[in-house]
């Protein structure tokens, strides 16, 4: 640990801002039910499918369910083992969403980790803590250590009793971001999610897993979206003037609440959300992850405070605003989020890193909870 009031020489990415955030996590269904020949897909489909689509996603993170959302569970692992080390050179995280604590789909899913983890980022903990409470957070953390320790654990917040023991399933290492699962949450408090409304019906829990979650320094990956565009938004549209004019232009209803809730949840905190559909990957990304102006923004502001000798005491006046440490602060926000969803360019992330030893230990703290120091 550092003393409160010192300033770092050097800046270890992982240990003073936690690494990479799980960003825009898109759920990927290993073997696939085809509606149109009403059977599911066979190794090759399944094979074939992944190598198209799952290589190339611009999602930040690629997320394998084998809980709720897989029937051919033994099939899904199968293929797994013989597909996850073509995934060697990504450039997103992989996790795995694992079936209940206990249960014997849930020990099978540890083989499967056991054996491919040198591909695994995260294990994405369904139902954590339902039974047994923040045990299970422990015993698979314990667990990791004998197999990955470089493998974090996502638990989902999913009832009530999870979001109460919260804090319990936060205080191990291995926890640096938990997922709020909005829907089973929400059948758990009898409270009907309407798919336009549902960020304002659960906002009081969303709060209340956000406060505990700020002060144990963890990140929070918001909820699946059910309204499925039937148009993707371009990839070319990255400022915010960008985004609002091909919504007004050629956004469906349903690009409009997608985005939209993308955007609360980003101004909220989140570190990620996540998705069940590619169309809805770039409408959510655009939300979370400033843009090249926007960060523009930021660093000269932080040059401002510098050139003022005011980055720890004092305000400057920025194209017509008074501008104090607090407004310091939420500008290196900006250029620490576009660094943990990987839009920080080498010269700015360098400016950042200055920036972040010019700061005392406690200061940095403030602003960013996510590392280790």
């Known amino acids: 640990m550092m003393q409160e009031h010192s300033f770092l020489e050097k800046v270890d990415e992982q240990v003073v801002l936690g690494g990479y955030w799980p960003g825009i996590q898109l759920y990927y269904p290993p073997v696939k039910y085809s509606p149109a020949e009403g059977v599911y897909e ?14 190339n996603t611009k999602a930040h993170t690629l997320l394998f369910d084998l809980e709720d959302g897989c029937r051919q569970k033994i099939l899904s692992r199968e293929l797994l083992r013989q597909e996850l ?31 491919m983890h040198p591909f695994i980022d995260a294990i994405i903990l369904a139902k954590a803590g339902e039974v047994y409470g923040a ?10 250590v004998g197999v990955d320790p ?4 996502q638990p989902i917040i999913e009832h009530p009793r999870s979001l109460k023991l919260a804090p319990e399933l936060m205080q191990y290492s ?18 009907h ?6 960020i304002d019906e659960l906002k009081t829990y969303l709060r209340m897993l956000l406060m505990e979650a700020r002060i144990a320094g963890k990140g929070v990956i918001g909820g699946v979206e059910v309204l499925i565009n039937k148009t993707p938004m371009p990839e ?6 960008e985004v609002r004019r091909w919504l007004d232009l050629h956004g469906e209803h349903e690009s409009h609440v997608v985005h939209q809730h993308a955007l609360v949840e980003a101004q909220m905190g989140l570190t990620g ?25 930021n660093v000269n502001i932080l040059q401002a405070a510098i050139d003022a000798d005011a980055l720890l005491g004092g305000a400057i006046k920025f194209e017509g605003e008074m501008l104090d440490p607090p407004m310091f602060g939420k500008a290196l926000q900006t250029l620490l989020r576009a660094y943990a969803l990987h839009s920080l360019q080498d010269k700015d992330k360098e400016f950042a890193m200055d920036v972040i030893k010019r700061l005392p230990v406690h200061v940095i703290r403030e602003n960013w909870p996510y590392g280790m120091i």
């Open 135 to 144: 045990a299970e957070i422990r015993d698979l953390s314990a667990w990791l």
């Open 174 to 191: 291995t926890v640096r971001h938990v997922v709020f699962g909005i829907h089973d949450f929400s059948k758990a408090m009898a409270i």
């Open 236 to 241: 070319n549209c990255i400022e915010p003037h």
């Open 150 to 153: 470089t493998i974090e654990i």
């Open 193 to 198: 999610l309407t798919p336009e409304g549902w």
């Open 85 to 115: 080390p073509l995934f060697e050179d990504r450039k997103f995280q992989i996790a795995l969403r694992i079936n209940p604590f206990r249960t014997d789909e849930y020990e099978e899913d540890l083989k499967l980790i056991r054996d």
């Open 273 to 297: 959300k996540q998705v069940i559909h590619p169309f809805h990957i770039h409408l959510c990304k655009m939300a979370f992850t400033p843009s090249p102006l926007q960060i523009e923004r």
């Open 42 to 55: 066979s190794m090759e489909q399944a094979s074939a499918r992944m190598r198209k689509y799952a290589h």
